[in-house]
């Protein structure tokens, strides 16, 4: 049914009610910040009862075979599917959520476009979060690649599968800084670093929107949880959050920032409060900055029952007060609570809510359905036909794989031990992860099937043969396996080399799983110990979704990767790094320190008044028992070349108004290929505001045959040295600055000074 007609139709019959609506105040409301629409969409909400403007705010988990959407969140009773396509008919729904592909998006958007009022078409949104049928990397591991590019192509396979099966909406990417490993939901993002984080969010918005919004293998993007979600205190998830506004603005704020700057039409509140104020309550976070001063053009959707949440926090009275506090801080879409729908109305009426406002959200709503070309074509994303052809094809995968092999980071590789040979060695692989469909994909995944990722054991022996391969649990991820000690410590002894399959399985770590200790648990660190008394040489085969505290024998393994949750792809993947087809590149994302207790821990902390150097000093800031470093720090990794930094040529100043050129050489002084994360750190000594020891203002990638080098330039402004200052304004100050062209934030690499001068 071609919409245009409707439109036509709509805008002469509602004519003279447009007139109205231009002439009034809710017009007026509208301030520059709002998406341009037809008239058509104007003539529509000049049409609409309160109960269908309301509809247009409402959205819901499909109720398609029971959804998935309930069984990832908490559950709710919702109706059954013909009650849902009932809702959506009668005007009742703009959309549904974590749906079941193109044959359900079809039956719903056909009954709504021939039995609704109105036809206004529904949008389909959903979780796809990395990947939606190919399954990538968990995002903090492919954030590990340092590859911003390879997470806009990801994204954009991701857009292609979804987008052909009906989903016009992603709720991704999530760019919630996290600085303490306890909290699940590091897993999701892209990490503890600003720039990086930043660099991380405009690629994935890039990737899902793609260039035209209404392509049929585009959807939108949803920067989320705004705000500061990762800040939650002791990284418990849902905790409150209080951090200084200049905090906020510094650390927290650039990356949702740098997502809207790329064009992301849809921002999705947090659940956290800050600084006493629910993100869903809080107008100064919803209008004043994300509208007013940022500019945002889209709308805001609530976090799933988000709003009546407030009623938790001791907030809001009870539902119908959550929705009135929600609505007006500028929540335009609620999510799951049903409250809007059902409160909504009823508000406008007793005068609680302006109509205008309910306008205003409506049409940020339409005007976001009409960028993604539902109006015009409200089945373009629905085709079945489409859905099966675009679905894990021969070159996803192949993407699939890139993203695996450059998300592996390389912690330690003692002796060289890495990479091992393909053939002539028998390999024991050990550990609840060695094999199995099981926790390969990760545990955010709405439509991936970890029985279609190839696991550790398949990737080893496609690699090095069956023959020489023996594989052998050894215990249960947090329970020991009775007599798996015993068979792990036979197959080790029986072998050349053990690959330690160990870490975190899918559940222990994303939404509402923070833990208390960010360690490899019990009954597998008791298998290492054991296999480590057989003497036999280690590689541990890490699965994690956060930076982990390493212990013991795993931590003494000659050999450690960091392999993360890496999706359909996950045992070829590593075997290509473990035997050599691929040089690990992958840096960490998060810092890896060296006890839980340190958390929350992030490299770019300040120094105190009192520095720790060593952990002989007294009255120096520093546990008893640790020094305040990381075991591996943020930026770490290694490669199969040996990589050496020389040659830093720093100008001595950088005047106001020019630009600092640096450059240092970066040398592979090895026998094999590698790639290198070059990283350029600051620190700006004296300020009227203390600044960090060290913050990441810029990297690049660079590939290094055997015996090259290569010369790596960067190039600094003033903007690149500002910092939030007392006035809570971007601010720069003259004085010296120390800059490290360094493999890692902790690492000395090339260092020298340059003095920021006002003529
Ligand atoms: C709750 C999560 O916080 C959010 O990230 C997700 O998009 C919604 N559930 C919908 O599944």
Redesign the pocket.
Known sequence: MSDLRISRRAALAGASAIMAWAASPARALLQAAELDVPASVDALIAKMTLEEKAGQLNLMAAAWSGGV?TT??PPSSGPSFDGQLGDAVAGKLTGV??GNGAAMARRMQSAVMRESRLKIPLIFAA?VIHGHRTIFPVPVGEAASFEPDLAERTARVAASEAAGAGIDWT?FP?VDVARDQRWGRTMEGAGEDVRLGELFAAARVRGFQGRDLKANDAMMACV??FAAYGAAEGGLDYNTVDVSERTLREVYLPPYKAGFDAGALSA?AS?NEISGVPAHGNPWLLDTLLRGEWGFKGFVVG??TGDEEMIAHGFAKDSRDATRIAFLAGVDMS?QSNNYFLHLPALVRDGDVPEERLDRSVRRVLAVKHALGLFDDPFRRIDPKREKARTRTKANLAVSREAARKSIVLLKNDGDLLPLPRTGRKIAIIGPFAEGKHDLNGPWVVYGDNAQAVDLAEGVRAAAGTSNVTVTLGSKVEEPLPGGIEAAVAAANAADVVLLAIGESENMSG?AQSRTEIVVPAPQQALAEAVAKTGKPIVVVLKNGRGLALEGAVKDAPAILVTWFLGSESGNGIADVLFGAYSPSGRLPVSFPHDSGQSPYYYDHKATGRPAPNLTEPYRARYRTTTNTALYPFGHGLTYGVIEYRGLELPQSMGWDGTLTVSATVANTGKRAAEEVVQLYIRDRVGSVTRPVRELKAFRKIALAPGASEKVTFTLRRADLEFIGLELKPTVEPGTFDLWIAPSAQADGVHGTFDLVKA
Request: proline share 0%.
């Open positions: 959407a990832l969140n959520f974590n979780d709720f999530m989320k949880h999705m659940f976090d799933y999510m939404e």
